[in-house]
């Protein structure tokens, strides 16, 4: 898909992948073609370090944040000793459980195994059995539902009677009330989560009035992603639709941050008429976004944003709080 539409339909920037595996797939293509892509959900702490000249975003933070927090919550906040996590075989898995492992340790725990897993396999007793070996107080469970609820019923079969925590791949009922679910009651996790935002409010009232209740995560940060593209393609002026497509990329990307960082104009989604007239005038922009502030930095990322917690009862997924962090 995103060979077609980088090689034939010739678009200039990109809104995707959700999964950091397939960001980094579709970046082999779009940084070769000079094609901007913005992930609003790729959580990955290795994209940081990829070499794509300046081509490759995100509008959320990435797991560098979101593994410290777990750790935290989990050592300092819960008394936690011994830890084991059981991981999906990917960039997403393998970044996270690494952040964890390092921050876990810092503060004075023990990680008694790191257990890579590969996806769709009808049984992982075998992966379950080396996490679990060892007595760990908690299971740090990084996967995605179809897999985390075989685990999680594995995990109870294999005699398991510690707690479990979760990353964002694991939030939402798919697992709460899955199949496992009465094992879960307290457990918590940590997941990417909006700041204080001005235009929050209004942009959900909005979702909802168009396409119902929902709890499918990264919407802010995908409205977000397009709305940066859109304006930086405005503030590149009416000779851009002359350009090239090659040229359509370069200018999309050099005003990215010309349209969400400071010290620009603070604008908000409740003012984006307004935002989408300064960038036609030139102006410099700092666009606020439905997730917090969207200032990136030098390597595309979100220098700073919102990690929440959340923990599970009654098969519900309830939030507890959002910590801010920074860079």
Known sequence: AAAKLVEIDRVPALVGALSSGVTFAVSSITIANEVVQISPAS??????DLDDNDFVYRTCVSDAFQGVVNARQAAELLGFKRASVIYVN???????????????EERGGKVLAMVPYEEGK??????????????PEVLQVIAYPVDGNKMLVQAVEGGYEGKYIFPDGMKGEAVAAGPASQYLEGSFGTAPGPLESKG??????????KYGKSTVPFRGESYDAVALIALAIQRT???????????????????LRAVANPPGVEVTYNEFVKALGLARAGADI????IAGPVTIDENGDMSEGGIEVWFITAGKVITVRTYPVKG
Do not use: C, H
């Open 43 to 48: 959580t990955s702490p290795a994209i940081t």
């Open 90 to 104: 990917n960039a997403y898995g393998k970044g996270l459980a690494e952040v964890f492992k390092k921050a876990f």
């Open 122 to 135: 009808p049984s992982y007793r075998g992966e379950i059995e080396a996490a679990i070996k060892g007595n």
């Open 200 to 209: 929050a409010e209004q942009f959900e009232a909005d979702y909802i009035a």
């Open 237 to 255: 002026g009416p000779d851009f639709l002359k350009m090239s497509r090659a040229e359509q990329g370069r200018a999309i990307r050099d005003n």
């Open 286 to 289: 700092n666009y606020q976004g």
